[in-house]
């Protein structure tokens, strides 16, 4: 757990709780199912990548949490390159503090909840064109 909160000032002898560290009987799992890539057409190339994710939010506690999850999709500034995703479920906030490709999931889990969110990321190029990296 990461986070961030104003301390107001505690008289003396009055008690102050903070959250720090993390939440015992909270697990985080990230899978990747699938991931491919190919080409499509028969007159005219092109290439293709898929990748689907999921992360799994497991409760363990006896008590219901806020759940905040941060997640990113890639994002392109080249018009030959077309990134299309899909999520379930959809996002609470999209491009978070005006940050391309930065998601946002709020939500509370309940003592033994388990969510789980499911990202699709689909990226499509031309033949002959190439794309660095992973994504």
């Given amino acids: 757990m990461a986070g961030q909160s104003r301390i107001e000032q505690t008289p003396t002898r009055d008690r102050l709780q903070l959250g720090f560290g993390p939440i015992d009987g909270m697990k985080v799992e990230y899978q990747i199912p699938k991931e491919a890539t190919g080409d499509r057409g028969i007159l005219s190339k092109s290439n293709t990548a898929t990748r689907s994710a999921i992360l799994r939010v497991s409760n363990l506690t006896n008590e219901s949490w806020p759940l905040r999850v941060i997640g990113q999709v890639p994002v392109t500034r080249q018009d030959d390159l077309k990134i299309g995703w899909s999520s ?22 309940a003592p033994a909840q388990v969510q789980d969110i499911s990202l699709t990321i689909d990226l499509n190029w031309p033949d002959g064109m190439s794309i660095l990296g992973n994504y």
């Fill in 88 to 109: 379930t479920p959809e996002p609470t906030t999209q491009d978070r503090d005006g940050q391309r490709g930065i998601l946002e999931w709020d939500s509370t889990i």
